[in-house]
């Protein structure tokens, strides 16, 4: 185990906690109590699945041997997940999550919720230190990171990380669910930080990578900037759509929320802008958009949207509203495929570059001071890392924004009272935040060679959309039945108009 002078956060090879794992005592604790642990995770994405095996890995250990980061290969019955794994071992272990006990006593517990192994993991990154096990290394690496911070506390529970705040200085991000290679979230934060210089993101300030012989680095953490912020944009226009439909807000706060969306689509085109920056590191040089890349989009799309019209197609067998509107959407089929195919036939034009690939109002702050901040480049959670790295057209990232603004309307006629009045409200709403937010971003993107030109980038947003749309009647008609109108309605209103469903 070697770190960098002055670095207090490692040991000897050999310490107590990873020889006790890699003992036999070890080893039949995983087999039984960590299995089942694992199972009851929020982030552990095989609830489903049977496991198989979980293999452990101690890559390095932390706090003098009381500590060991962990990595655990799950075996399943399609395939192998890999999870990271910090684990502690203490007697005293109230409000920890306890996974299992050691055969000294002592309490196995999951180091992701422990406060003080996160800060020695953020000091590991600004000491920029080595620790080096027998299942290979982890590399820390930081810039920025304050000497000192407060004490940290986790926040909200997310589905697949764990996000610890250091007072109003720091966030740090453990990655539970791992997959090789660059971590989307880091390589895009870090690229904007230190390339583009991008201020409306928070600013990457450090990273924990997992190397070894033959394998490829893997993220296991990384710190960023706190960004002081009021929620997320999500929030935010749920509670102002709700006032509008109470009656509690007026014209003045509609054309706020517009001017706010205006922002929003010009923060979204600024992204663009920074992630098209020429640059010699290819994981981010711009390439021109060509007619393979037209033809392979149309293929895709045309793809992913064939199995929503088998599960529309049923729907429609039913009766009700629902069966009613899915009877609609099959008659409206050949107009909304034409617009996917259209795509090919025009000349290519503007660039490939990466994107946000999950772009929504969940991944915006508004800040303290009303502007707004994006967050979360992880990429869509369904893709692979290749399709998540993958350069792509910007308006991909518009469509699932403009998707996202109907949903904010749609779901707060949802949650009325009355929702047939609330309807009209809803929809002047999502008229004018879609148009506001489409007017900051072409003003924005108007003087960037990234755009294509206007023909093939209004056919591109509707492919975009009617993609985008299509998952989602799959998704709602397979898990939230009574959402599936939301999207039922924008693919609807895609093939009678087309644009901003």
Request: hydrophobic content about 45%.
């Amino acid at each position: 185990m070697t770190t960098p002078a002055g670095t207090d956060a490692a040991a000897t090879a050999g310490d107590d906690l990873c020889a006790t794992l890699n003992g036999e005592a070890g080893r039949e604790l995983v087999r039984d109590a960590l299995q089942a642990y694992l199972a009851t995770r929020r982030w552990f994405g095989a609830k489903e699945s049977r496991i198989e095996g979980v293999d452990l890995t101690c890559a390095a250990a932390m706090q003098r041997g009381r500590a060991a980061l962990c990595v655990a290969d799950v075996a399943l019955a399609g395939g192998v997940q890999r999870y990271f794994l910090p684990l502690t071992a203490g007697r005293d272990a109230e409000g920890a999550d306890i996974i299992g006990h050691l055969p000294d006593g002592a309490a196995l517990c999951d180091g992701g919720t422990d406060m003080a192994l996160a800060g020695d993991i953020l000091h590991a990154m600004r000491d920029g230190a080595l620790l080096e096990g027998d299942g290979g290394a982890v590399r820390f690496e930081g810039a920025g990171i304050p000497p000192d911070t407060e004490t940290p506390r986790p926040l909200a529970a997310e589905q697949s990380n764990v996000s610890i705040a250091f007072g109003r200085d720091v966030i740090l991000k453990i990655y539970r669910r791992l997959r090789a290679g660059p971590q989307p979230d880091v390589e895009i934060s870090r690229h904007l930080t230190c390339a583009a210089g991008f201020a409306h993101a928070p600013a990457w300030l450090g990273s924990a990578t997992l190397t070894g012989a033959g394998q490829e680095p893997t993220t296991l953490a990384a710190a960023f900037a706190f960004v002081a912020n009021r929620g997320d944009a999500w929030s935010h226009f749920a509670r102002r759509l709700d006032a509008a439909i109470a009656g509690d807000a007026g014209p003045a706060d509609m054309a706020d929320d517009a001017a706010l969306c205006r922002l929003l689509g010009v923060r979204t085109g600024g992204l663009h802008q920074a992630l098209a920056k020429t640059t010699d590191d290819p994981a981010f040089a711009p390439v021109a958009v060509t007619q393979d890349d037209l033809k392979s989009w149309v293929a895709e799309a045309a793809a992913d949207v064939e199995e929503t019209w088998r599960m529309i197609a049923q729907a429609a067998a039913g009766s009700g509203a629902l069966a009613d509107l899915a009877g609609d959407l099959v008659a409206a089929r050949p107009a909304l495929d034409a617009k996917i195919a259209r795509v090919a036939r025009l000349a290519p034009s503007g660039w490939r570059t990466r994107i946000h690939g999950d772009y929504h109002l969940g991944q915006v702050l508004v800040t303290e001071g009303g502007d707004l901040a994006i967050i979360d480049f992880e990429g869509e959670p369904r893709r692979d890392l290749a399709a998540r790295r993958a350069k792509m057209a910007p308006l991909r990232d518009v469509a699932g924004m403009l998707r996202s603004l109907d949903y904010a309307a749609r779901a707060a006629v949802l949650r009325a009272d009355d929702p047939k009045a609330a309807a009209p409200v809803a929809d002047a709403w999502h008229a004018a935040a879609a148009q506001g937010f489409l007017a900051g971003y072409r003003s924005e993107m108007a003087r960037s060679d990234a755009d294509p030109d206007a023909p093939l980038a209004a056919a591109l947003l509707d492919l975009f959309l009617v993609q985008k749309a299509a998952y989602e009647v799959a998704y709602e008609l397979s898990n939230r039945p009574d959402w599936a109108v939301v999207p039922m309605a924008g693919l609807l209103n895609l093939a009678n108009a087309g644009g901003t469903s």
